[in-house]
């Protein structure tokens, strides 16, 4: 089972909107709308921020949303802050029962 | 209020078998899709999951570790323990352990994290 597949890094300046993909096949992200998003802080504890593709934990910020279109999900911050930046990364269950971590995507904020 | 922490040694040498305990706090084990699992993360690299264990003692693994991985919970000592036998230097990583609830495909609380490093 390999990795799923996001960009190494996306930029983007204060209040605009950016988005991570997170890319896997048919028997993971295809297949189930179990997908999870987690943003970690370099020297922190990864946080969910994204479950079961588009829900948001209580207390997370309705900036982050997430959606699915075939077999790539994608996580969208609005209005870009300096706190966002982090790395995130995807994860999702998937056939055998097993879960699979994405690649991880560093943001900065410009 | 749900809390984990990681415990075991901060040095294996190549060949040994590593253990490590996840002491949980906030919730039962033993209540319906509750689960925990373990989480690592190299030096300069992405999360790599490992297994997980569920209310039900359903064990997941991943593929690639299936051959040297084991994961078992202690309800009444409210732990769950990761083995990793065969431990090479590719092997040193952060591991994590972490909670999965009423969202059973989730990790919604994790712990600290535990450093180990394989060297001779």
């Known amino acids: 089972q390999s990795a799923l597949t996001q960009p190494a890094s996306v930029s983007g300046s204060p209040g605009q909107s950016i988005t991570i993909s997170c890319t896997g096949t048919?028997?993971?992200?295809?297949?189930?709308?179990?997908v999870s998003w987690y943003q970690h802080h370099s020297g922190n504890v990864p946080k969910l921020i994204i479950y079961?593709?588009?829900k948001r934990p209580s207390g997370v910020s309705d900036r982050f949303s997430g959606s699915k279109s075939g077999d790539t999900a994608s996580l969208t911050i609005s209005g870009l802050q300096a706190e966002d930046e982090a790395d995130y990364y995807c994860?999702?269950?998937?056939?055998?029962?097993?879960?699979?971590f994405g690649t991880g995507t560093k943001v900065t904020v410009l | 209020q749900i809390t984990l922490k990681e415990s075991g040694p901060t040095l294996a040498k190549p060949t040994q078998t590593l253990t490590l305990t996840c002491a949980y706090s906030g919730f039962s084990l033993s209540t319906s899709r509750a689960g925990v699992g373990w989480i690592r993360q190299p030096p300069g690299k992405a999360l790599e999951w490992l297994a997980h264990?569920?209310?039900?003692?359903?064990?997941l693994y991943s593929p690639s570790l299936r051959s040297r991985i084991t994961i078992t919970k202690d309800t009444s000592k409210k732990q769950v323990v990761l083995t990793l036998t065969n431990v090479d230097p590719v092997d040193t990583a952060t591991y994590y352990c972490?909670?999965?609830?009423?969202?059973?495909?989730?990790?919604?609380?994790w712990g600290q994290g535990t450093l180990v490093t394989v060297s001779s």
């Open positions: 079961e593709g588009s």
């Open positions: 994860c999702s269950y998937a056939r055998s029962n097993i879960f699979v």
């Open positions: 048919s028997s993971d992200v295809g297949s189930y709308n179990f």
């Open positions: 972490a909670h999965s609830g009423s969202s059973w495909t989730s990790f919604d609380h």
């Open positions: 264990i569920y209310w039900d003692d359903d064990t």
